[in-house]
């Protein structure tokens, strides 16, 4: 494309000047009412213990070591949080002690705008990462379609309303006298943000029964197939979701013969603790994020490379995000040494 001028005409009184941003940063006079312009790129995790244990063993040194990550931030137990306006307190006083299945629907909902900023000393948190403890594993039966996303029943049929409603895209559930879409339309309706679906790990030897353990393989395989590979389809621009099979990376598989689904013996599957040890962790934090063409690499390379995210795409303003194209308004006090009104132009380049 070629360079378009971004002009502001400026005068000692402070008028309003009419900037459109084109991706690039401002040169010449009126760089300097723009300092730095370009937002960090952020992480959040909303997480509990197996999280935390996570990032301990190697996940949390493997983030920061990203050129493309400035801050590391947390959602977990205590953590307070407002709902956004207009929405909901779904999630009571302290939302950072929900994390089950069917509190996801209420957390992007309702909290969105809290967990994009949540945390950061400057920018926003452009990767969102968010998953449910072992418990979550034990899936009681496959449920009746098509399923409810608000209930604590752990079905495969209330797990997968939670992703897509049954009537399709933008159709929305009703809950409190407040509607609620299904995940796939938030994420939908967020492509500046990478959204990243850990699935829960695995339990322990004597943690669960067969059956439960298979059906919780078969979400998450559903998750990651099905479901991914439609909501990629639906919105080849976006790119901005990743799920992350924890759990697989984790278990025995389906067919093992004494244990299938279940934690390994090597990740702590004998020891009656869910709670993946630190062998599983630091390998986990290997796979995800430190090796090289890492599953979070490659994810963040098709997002950032996508139509809708090619960076950079989001600006900052004083406190504002603005998006590439968008027209704003500024207060400019500028003049020459005589104190007369000065015209000042920028090129910029997508």
């Known amino acids: 494309m070629k360079n378009d001028p971004m002009e502001c005409s400026c005068a000692r009184s402070g008028l309003i000047a009419a900037v459109t941003l084109f991706g690039a940063l401002l040169v010449g006079p009126a760089a300097s009412a723009f300092d730095d312009v370009l937002p960090t790129d952020d992480v959040v995790f909303i997480h509990h213990s197996c999280g935390s244990n996570w990032l301990s063993g190697g996940l949390h040194d493997a983030l920061l070591a990203k050129d493309y990550i400035d ?14 306006g207009g929405r909901p307190e779904s999630l009571g006083g302290t939302p950072g002690d929900q994390t089950n299945m069917n509190h996801w629907i209420r957390w992007f909902n309702d909290y969105m705008g809290g967990v994009k900023q949540h ?40 797990y997968k309303a939670v992703y897509r409603h049954p009537s399709g895209a933008g159709n929305t559930y009703e809950d ?39 059906r919780a393989r078969v ?33 025995y598989p389906d067919d093992h013969a004494e244990h299938p689904n279940r934690l390994k013996a090597e990740y702590g599957g004998t020891t009656g603790d869910s709670h993946p040890n630190g062998t599983a962790n630091a390998y986990s934090a290997q796979v995800f994020a ?20 090619h960076a950079p795409e989001l600006v900052s303003i004083g406190s504002r995000q603005c998006r590439v194209g968008e027209t704003v308004s500024i207060a400019v006090d500028a003049s020459d040494a005589d104190f007369n009104e000065v015209e000042y132009a920028a090129t910029g380049t997508e």
């Open 176 to 214: 409190g006298g407040y509607s609620y879409l299904a995940l796939e339309d938030v994420f939908a309706a967020n492509p500046d943000t990478l959204f990243v679906a850990v699935t829960a790990p695995p339990r322990n030897y004597a943690g669960s029964d067969d059956d439960d353990a298979h």
């Open 290 to 309: 430190s090796n090289p063409n890492s599953i979070l690499d490659v994810a963040w390379v098709a997002f950032t490379s996508g139509s809708v995210n």
């Open 71 to 84: 801050e590391r931030n947390d959602i977990g137990y205590g953590t307070s949080m407002d709902p956004d």
């Open 119 to 158: 945390g950061c000393e400057d920018g926003v948190n452009r990767i969102i990462m968010f998953k449910s403890c072992y418990p979550i594993s034990n899936v009681s039966g496959d449920g009746t379609e098509p399923g409810d996303p608000f209930s604590g029943s752990q079905t495969i049929a209330n």
């Open 219 to 251: 979400f998450n395989n559903w998750l990651k197939g099905e479901w991914l590979q439609g909501y990629n389809t639906a919105h080849p621009q976006h790119r901005n979701v990743l799920v992350f099979d924890w759990f697989d990376v984790l278990a």
